[in-house]
């Protein structure tokens, strides 16, 4: 021999599969971290898109209130306290 090492076909063939059996590997972690990474990024959009539509929903509440209230305001003489929305005519939902 020439001070190179000789390798059989077998040993070559088993360091190609480990090989390509490690790049798969490190590929699906890959993979696995992007898509993980993708899914808490939608689920905190998704979040902020509900928050926000919580936030609207409760400012519209307010100003229907707000809007009962002046009506009733208008109606109700001068001399008498302004009364507040009746419970039915609150939406509590």
Do not use: C, N, W, Y
């Amino acid at each position: 021999m020439s001070g190179r090492d000789h390798l059989s076909k077998g040993e070559i063939a088993k360091d190609a599969i480990q090989a390509g059996a490690e790049a798969a590997a490190s590929t699906v972690g890959e993979v696995a971290t992007i898509l993980t990474r993708a899914v808490g990024d939608v689920a905190a959009a998704v979040g902020g898109f509900a928050t926000e539509v919580f936030e609207i929903r409760d400012s519209s509440r307010r100003a229907l209130a707000e809007h009962a209230l002046e009506k009733s305001d208008e109606q109700t003489p001068a001399t008498e306290a302004p009364q507040a929305p009746a419970a039915e005519e609150i939406d509590p939902a």
